[in-house]
């Protein structure tokens, strides 16, 4: 048993890992949102591992992009815009 | 000739066939001899299967060769020779004998499991009901079975069973004497007279004649200590009902199996009774006895195997019985190996099933509905087996997200296999729903329902296991290619008629919907989706709330398998908590599960927060049992299993330290063997539970379990809207007021709603 592909989870954690000097070299504050970015990717790993994109990257950017847009969404609700 | 009718008790092999014990509806049990010869197969190039037909007629001339045709299913019909002996316990020396002449040719139906081919020969299985016609010299002549392994009503014997139990588990303290339970009554024997002992224990198996020993620590410490008593003192002590055989004993071993280490005792198999460990059955905690009977039955391996082996092995006979009922061989070694794949073909392929990520928080009205065994459902409906993948003909369907195709012309191996399996379970289940808890039927239904899920269960693995005799890991892909593609046709389904989704697993979804909260108003839902997946689907139930907990790491994202939430019937279902594991010890999984209880009482989301004066309050109660040292040591007890040797680990975890403290006294454990253990204060910070007691139970160290119930505290607390400080606040130092209008993300989702 066992897989030879990473999971989606993974995947996410592994891109996270590979900017570990950008967070490095990121405020406090600005690590705080990065950290949210891949967060919010982590909560669409089922979309990602269903696109099974060869450049998962570009669908984790979607992931947080999508998560950002409902934000704005639900705070431009929020002001009644 | 005489007739005899009555239930198929133990079946082994002998010089002349098979050697059946027959329990009689009368109640007497009889050994039959029943005429069975075995063959197996052997392939390769024509001048050399020519050299081993000379060599078999010259080493072996009772063997009996023909030339024939077999049909392979990765390679299609092909000639074989066929060698049978009429003399089963010659079969394995035999074939060994031609295989290290001729180790390149290719061999079938070697190690086929001996009640097998006995049940593909004659449609017999163990406790099958039936008839057979006999000669003075108890050699069958002519065997009917009068019923079969997929009826869900038939008949059974009354079996005589003999428990037989020690006075303390041998692992911890030395037992001082045994307990033999019978249905005439229970008897003490000490332990200080073997002779003593093993006088009464041949006096209970010749009074009581039992069919079935069922034993804790039979396997482990008990036959093997009995054997060596009867060797040490000179007294004869034979616990087979056939006396004319020396008991079987196996080895202990370690295994690696599903990502974690497996340690299976040492075993103890008797001929004509059946000895059944409850302490080293496999599966016995999920089905006990009556799911060890069903398994046996449908998969027709002898009852002491199935009980110690895991489903796996009941799986592949099954599907080797099949195999010998259609005359297709069975690889004794798989030649077939992964096909070759583009990178994208691979990043496509290999993919499990779809897991969602939870909207974490509280959530009213719930409704939860799962497929019916759905790999094996897909399957059976796809005709998924490994010589239906990939082959492209008129009658051949696609399979979603892959550029490979299923033939549909001819029913493969697998689901042939497994579609008699896969009714009878859903049979089981429909009559489940249909039957009270408290109906004496429900305990056996239930079991015999998880013993045929596990069978199924395995099943999907074994289509990508690459030592399965029937496995391709395309078929493999294939089968969560098509859970996906179903999985989100539910999903589109449930949306069309305005649920939302809050979770979705593999095979269930969680689904609210403003107007639904009876279980009637959802079969449009479930007809639904039916209608566009065409898979069988049953409705979990509707909870009143369910909580999706957060990671313990991160309280903003999910995680898919942690929540904990009561159904509208009150049950409670809990999946990733502490009160779930293993390891946790009894103490904190009671804590936990009497908040979880409290929290139930709770009709909705809104009212838990009423709840919380009460959690608070017993998780004071628990904090200040653990500092007066009122909590029972054995609650105490963290259970781990090691993963390898102790002198193996860079890293001495507790559970290796804790081995190594018995390996010290004398105890040495294995690979898989599970191992308790306290938190204690000072080096090495654990203490073993099965060496000498504690000395001083002072030693417990108190802030440590006090942490680890604070976190299982805090994880049911949390969807209340109690972040880990202020609990901390409130219950630890008592100083803390309850903030109930909390903005953590958890309370905000509640106030939303």
């Known amino acids: ?81 | 000739m005489f007739e005899l009718t009555g239930w198929v008790g133990d079946v082994y092999e002998s010089e002349t066939g098979a050697i059946l014990w027959l329990l009689c509806s009368g109640g007497k049990r009889k050994k039959l001899y029943l005429p069975l010869s075995i063959t197996f197969y052997v392939a390769g190039p024509h001048d050399k299967l020519r050299k081993a037909w000379q060599f078999l007629k010259t080493a072996y001339p009772t063997s009996q060769l023909t030339r024939t045709t077999r049909e392979d299913i990765f390679i299609g019909h092909r000639e074989v020779m066929a060698v049978t002996q009429a003399q089963p316990t010659q079969h394995q020396r035999i074939f060994r004998s031609l295989q290290k002449q001729f180790p390149n040719l290719i061999y079938y139906d070697i190690d086929i499991p001996f009640t097998i081919r006995v049940a593909a020969e004659y449609g017999i299985f163990p406790l099958c009901y039936c008839t057979v016609s006999v000669d003075d010299n108890s050699l069958i002549h002519k065997l009917l079975p009068l019923d079969s392994a997929w009826d869900i009503v038939h008949t059974t014997p009354n079996l005589t069973y003999l428990l037989i139990e020690p006075d303390s588990n041998p692992y911890h303290s030395e037992p001082q004497n045994i307990f033999v339970t019978s249905s005439k009554g229970r008897i003490k024997i000490p332990l200080d007279s073997k002779r003593l002992l093993l006088l009464q224990l041949n006096g209970s198996f010749a009074r009581h004649n039992p069919d079935i020993v069922l034993t804790e620590y039979g396997d482990t410490w008990l036959f093997p200590y009995l054997f060596e008593a009867s060797r040490e003192i000179s007294v004869s002590f034979n616990p087979n009902r056939d006396e004319d055989k020396n008991v079987i004993q196996r080895k202990e071993n370690s295994y690696f199996t599903y990502g974690h280490v497996v340690y299976r005792g040492q075993q103890t198999l008797l001929f004509g009774r059946w000895h059944v460990d409850v302490t080293n059955a496999m599966m016995y905690g999920e089905y006990g006895l009556h799911g060890v009977f069903e398994q046996a039955r449908v998969s027709a391996l002898p009852v002491q195997e199935v009980a110690r082996k895991s489903p796996g092995a009941g799986i592949s006979g099954m599907q080797m019985l099949t195999a010998l009922k259609n005359n297709i061989l069975v690889p004794y070694q798989k030649q077939q190996i992964e096909a070759f794949k583009a990178g994208q073909e691979l990043v496509n392929g290999d993919r499990g099933g779809m897991v969602y990520m939870p909207l974490i928080g509280v959530h009213d009205n719930v409704v939860e509905v799962d497929f019916t065994s759905m790999y094996p459902s897909i399957i059976v409906k796809h005709n998924i087996s490994p010589e239906t993948i990939g082959k492209k003909t008129a009658r051949a369907e696609l399979v979603p997200e892959l550029d490979i195709y299923v033939d549909q012309t001819r029913e493969g191996i697998i689901p042939k296999t497994l579609r008699p399996l896969l009714e009878k379970r859903i049979l089981i289940k429909g009559q489940l729903a249909t039957l009270s808890k408290k109906d004496c039927r429900y305990k056996v239904f239930k079991a015999w329902s998880n013993a045929l899920k596990w069978l199924l269960v395995v099943c999907f693995g074994y289509l990508g296991y690459k030592n399965a005799k029937f496995g391709k890991i395309e078929s493999h892909e294939a089968v969560t290619a098509f859970s996906r593609h179903h999985l989100l046709s539910a999903k589109e389904a449930a949306e069309d008629l305005g649920y939302e989704v809050v979770h979705m697993y593999v095979d269930g979804l969680y689904l609210k919907h403003p107007a639904v909260h009876k279980q009637e108003q959802t079969k449009p839902l479930l007809d639904e989706i039916v209608a566009r997946t065409g898979l069988p689907l049953a409705l979990e139930g509707i909870y009143n709330w369910i909580a999706f907990l957060p990671s313990t790491l991160n309280d903003a994202a999910p995680v898919p398998n942690r929540f904990f939430g009561v159904f509208q019937d009150g049950t409670l279902k809990t999946r990733g908590i502490e009160e779930r594991r293993h390891d946790t010890p009894e103490f904190i999984r009671q804590v936990q599960q009497k908040l979880i209880d409290r929290l139930a009482q709770a009709q909705n989301g809104r009212f838990l927060q009423c709840a919380l004066p009460d959690a608070i309050k017993m998780t004071q109660q628990a904090i200040l049992a653990l500092r007066e040292g009122t909590v029972p040591l054995e609650d105490l007890l963290v259970t781990q299993t090691l993963s390898k040797e102790v002198s193996e680990y860079k890293v001495q975890p507790a559970v290796a330290r804790a081995a190594y403290q018995l390996e010290q006294a004398g105890k040495a454990r294995r690979p898989g063997q599970k191992i308790k253990f306290l938190h204690i204060l000072g080096e090495p910070n654990v203490y073993v539970w099965d060496a000498p007691p504690l000395s001083h139970p002072a030693t417990i160290n108190v802030p440590l379990y006090i942490e680890l119930l604070m976190r299982a505290v805090h994880i049911v607390l949390e969807p209340v809207g109690i972040n880990k400080t202020a609990l901390n606040a409130l219950c630890i130092n008592g100083c803390y007021q309850p903030q109930l209008t909390e903005t953590s993300p958890l309370i905000q989702t509640l106030t939303d709603s």
């Open chain 1, 1 to 81: 048993m066992g897989r030879t592909l990473k999971t989606a989870n993974q995947i996410v954690l592994d891109e996270q890992k590979e900017f570990k000097q950008f967070r490095r070299a990121l405020r406090r504050l600005d690590q705080h949102s990065f950290d949210k970015l891949f967060t919010y990717a982590k909560q669409h790993t089922a979309a990602i591992s269903q696109t099974s994109h060869a450049l998962p990257f570009e669908t984790i950017l979607l992931a947080i992009n999508l998560e950002l847009l409902k934000e704005i969404e639900q705070l431009k609700q929020k002001i009644n815009v």
